[in-house]
């Protein structure tokens, strides 16, 4: 068995008690794939971000309870803007620059595809439910596991080459935990997948030799036992490995 790529995962921060913490469910999720979580700390300095970059082969954006500073694309805050934690915003983005600058391999879920979008130049709807007319619930509530709505999913793209959306029997559908998405779609990125009101619910990459995908939902959570959310994190985390990186 070669060596197992290391993943970095950004964190989170609990503002009462002031700690750093991140579910389980993504270091398990990377693991079980093969690769070795290491946890990123909400420390926003580039130079610190370089050395912790430096040792590794992937990034993992996980989602967060906030929303991103709709400072960054140039809008000011709705009314049901969620909570902003600046030192998170700033750590996602200097991660993303440092690993643009490397071409690392990047999965970024739910929050982290959103700040992915916003580094690239994109915008994003700052609350679906009172921007986009007749779009369906997308904060599904408990529990969050459940699948709640059907994917539309374009053809020849990172998700519908994956074997289990190929082989699927039926639609392909996904958990939803979430009230902003995705509006205009940044620099080097396009869509390619959606809920049925229209949301994006997957971007990724379109230069050659760059894997950087976004997910909306949260494969995380679902990854032990649905076959699509297994085939996400197993590719990326082949992505990640030093001798595909090198063929990339």
């Not at 700033?90 to 690993?99: G, K, M, P, R, S």
């Not at 916003?118 to 997308?138: A, F, M, N």
């Not at 909306?216 to 595909?244: M, N, T, Y």
């Amino acid at each position: 068995m070669g060596k197992r790529p290391r993943i970095g995962i950004t964190m989170r921060l609990e503002l009462q008690t002031q700690r750093f913490y991140l579910g389980r469910d993504y270091s398990e999720a990377v693991e079980a794939a093969g690769g070795v979580p290491v946890h990123i700390s909400l420390i926003p300095k580039r130079e610190y971000i370089a050395e912790v970059l430096a040792g590794l082969d992937g990034i993992l954006l996980p989602g967060s309870n906030t929303d991103v500073d709709p400072h960054y694309y140039g809008e000011e805050p709705h009314h049901r803007l969620g909570p902003v934690i600046p030192v998170k915003d700033e750590t996602d983005i200097l991660v993303l620059e440092e690993a643009e600058r490397l071409n690392l391999p990047v999965l970024a879920i739910c929050f982290g595809m959103q700040v992915l979008n916003v580094v690239r130049g994109g915008t994003l709807i700052q609350d679906i439910e009172s921007q986009v007319p007749k779009s369906y619930k997308h904060e599904q509530g408990v529990p969050a596991i459940r699948n709640s709505h059907t994917l539309k999913i374009a053809k020849g793209n990172l998700l519908s080459d994956l074997a289990a959306v190929k082989n699927a029997d039926g639609s392909v559908r996904v958990n939803s935990s979430h009230h902003q998405a995705v509006g205009k779609v940044g620099k080097d990125l396009k869509a390619i997948a959606w809920a049925k009101d229209g949301i994006i619910e997957g971007i990724q990459d379109t230069r050659k030799g760059r894997f950087v995908l976004g997910v909306q939902w949260h494969p995380e959570i679902s990854a032990s036992f649905d076959l699509v959310s297994r085939e996400i994190f197993e590719l990326f985390v082949k992505k990640c490995g030093v001798g595909e990186r090198k063929r990339n």
